[in-house]
């Protein structure tokens, strides 16, 4: 079982930055597909970023540019620096992890592990 624990989070002004961090004590990320996702309040959880073990990389459209998704050189920790911040980025941030390579069409149903979230709030 990887239990996975966000941090980070916050309440920061418009064009403002935050980093998320995620870890899973005890394991290392180096099998695993992962994604940051997000849900405001009566939406749907979305896609944000996603990273694997060879390094390929992805973002939702809304951010690319803004968002940058990394490991650390260990793979013990996931990162999310969100720069330039905007009101609609306001949601809680989900750390999930899926144990294959990212492929095209991964589903949000076919990650097996999903931290508690971490709230950003971005204000005007």
């Known amino acids: 079982q990887v239990r996975l624990q966000e941090s980070g989070g916050g309440s920061v002004q418009v064009g403002g930055s935050l980093r998320l961090s995620c870890a899973a004590p005890?394991?290392?990320?180096?099998?695993?597909?992962m994604a940051w996702f997000r849900q405001s309040p009566g939406k749907e959880r979305e896609g944000v970023a996603t990273i694997d073990s060879v390094g390929n990389i992805a973002y939702t459209d809304s951010v690319k540019g803004r968002f940058t998704i990394s490991k650390d050189d260990v793979q013990t920790r996931l990162f999310l620096q969100m720069n330039s911040l905007k009101p609609e980025d306001t949601a809680m941030y989900f750390c999930a992890a899926f144990g294959d390579y990212c492929y095209r069409g991964l589903s949000i149903y076919e990650y097996q592990y999903w931290g508690q979230g971490t709230q950003v709030t971005v204000s005007s």
């Open positions: 005890g394991h290392t990320f180096s099998r695993y597909c």
